[in-house]
């Protein structure tokens, strides 16, 4: 839901907080979409540590800023794009404590989560990032409620997205709390993109589950390859010659998940595969990749990817 506008003032000031080193891609999208917002209502600088040069993770070239951390201190909003992960500088996280204890918003794009983290205002909070990244920060940050498969999440003063292109939704997402869905909308036309996509980020995910015992490898294989039967946790452990509970034990240690929790995202990424190159149907889909019925299908594609296995194909597919 959209959060109530707030108040216009003449000038929104926007720092985008460039660490080094910065995403590229994550500090440009920021400034392009409020620099070229088209009203005159935002005012935004890149800024650093201090001005002067700032390298950045793409290899070939870096960037040049004009202010320091003093362009903090009198933002409106502060955006935190992406950064090579690793401690975030004293002096650029007190800066953030310091805008945060004024009211100032902060957001985040990809990793600059982890900045946000590191300075403490995350803490009770629900946040999201790159899913290549979430589990390193729900487990670096047990204090934050790490959501690793939406685009973007709004608590109040602080906010986060995940990486790369969602840093647009986020933006495009802070115009429409600003200056109302119109706006959002104007600005989305002009820069040629949705103002708000379908689903969330766990549709992207590749995230690697393989096992690194040789015994439990043999199961995750076995079952791979028999995704279109039924299979049940103690088809599993039959395989593996082990309880059940010995079993649940071994996924928990190297997967981080559970058997039958491992099974559905094993069946879902076998139907996202037969949606993105071919044209079967919906129920012949759920029937190889064993999750039974077109109902389930949806059913399991809501839940994990909150959007459908149609939509799922026609944005993934070439055409």
């Not at 949705?194 to 589950?209: E, K, P």
């Not at 010995?246 to 190297?254: D, K, P, V």
């Not at 059913?299 to 959007?307: D, E, G």
């Amino acid at each position: 839901m959209l959060a109530v506008m707030r108040k216009e003032s003449a000038i929104h000031r926007v720092a985008v907080l460039a660490l080094p080193p910065v995403v590229a891609f994550d500090m440009a999208v920021a400034t392009q979409v409020f620099a070229h917002e088209g009203s005159g209502r935002y005012e935004v600088v890149v800024c650093s540590l201090r001005a002067g040069p700032v390298p950045t993770t793409t290899a070939g070239f870096g960037i040049t800023v004009a202010a320091g951390l003093d362009a903090v201190e009198i933002a409106d909003t502060v955006i935190v794009p992406g950064f090579r992960r690793g401690l975030a500088p004293a002096d650029a996280l007190d800066a953030l404590r310091a805008a945060h204890r004024r009211g100032t918003r902060i957001a985040s794009i990809c990793s600059g989560a982890f900045a946000l983290a590191q300075a403490g205002l995350l803490d009770g909070r629900r946040a999201t990032t790159h899913w290549a990244h979430a589990a390193d920060l729900a487990r670096e940050h047990p204090a934050v409620h790490v959501d690793p498969a939406v685009l973007y999440i709004d608590e109040g003063s602080v906010l986060t997205s995940a990486g790369l292109a969602a840093g647009l939704d986020l933006c495009l997402y802070l115009i429409g709390v600003d200056h109302g869905q119109p706006a959002a909308i104007r600005r989305a036309r002009d820069m040629v993109t949705a103002v708000h996509r379908t689903g969330g980020q766990a549709q992207y995910s590749l995230a690697d589950t393989t096992a690194t015992s040789e015994r439990l490898n043999s199961v995750t294989e076995w079952a791979l390859a028999n995704l279109h039967r039924s299979i049940t946790v103690a088809d599993l452990a039959r395989q593996a010659m082990q309880s059940t509970r010995t079993l649940s034990r071994a996924f928990a240690t190297e997967l981080g998940t559970s058997p039958r929790a491992w099974l559905i995202a094993a069946r879902l990424r076998s139907a996202c595969a037969l949606l993105e190159t071919g044209d079967l149907t919906v129920e012949e889909i759920a029937r190889r990749s064993g999750l039974g019925t077109a109902a389930n299908l949806r059913l399991q594609f809501r839940r994990t990817y909150a959007t459908t296995p149609l939509a799922y194909r026609s944005a993934f597919q070439p055409r």
